[in-house]
């Protein structure tokens, strides 16, 4: 079983926070006239990733596969904070 590099716990999962990036495009008429529209197609659509510990909540990681190494007992450097 890995233990948090962090917080020396044993942990058998980690926690995922998904972030959406997009861009959109801000136009305004005037202060109660504006609107936003998306920029970018659904396809071109970023996401962050953070795998933390559910025990001390510090990130480990921010890729997938890093996250899913670790869980398998493999060697794999964490992410800075």
């Known amino acids: 079983m890995p233990k948090c590099p962090k917080c020396g716990k044993e942990i ?5 926070i998904i972030h ?38 510090k990130t480990l ?4 596969d890093d996250a899913i190494n670790f869980l398998l007992g493999k060697e794999v450097e964490t992410a800075e904070e």
Do not use: H, M, Q
Not at 27 to 34: N, R, V
Not at 61 to 64: A, G, L, P, V
């Open 12 to 16: 058998t999962s980690l926690r995922c």
């Open 20 to 57: 959406l990036v997009a861009e959109y495009e801000l136009t305004a008429k005037s202060e109660d006239d504006f609107d936003y529209k998306e920029v970018w197609e659904e396809e071109d659509e970023l996401y962050l990733r953070d795998y933390y510990c559910p025990k001390c909540g």
């Open 61 to 64: 990681f921010n890729i997938e």
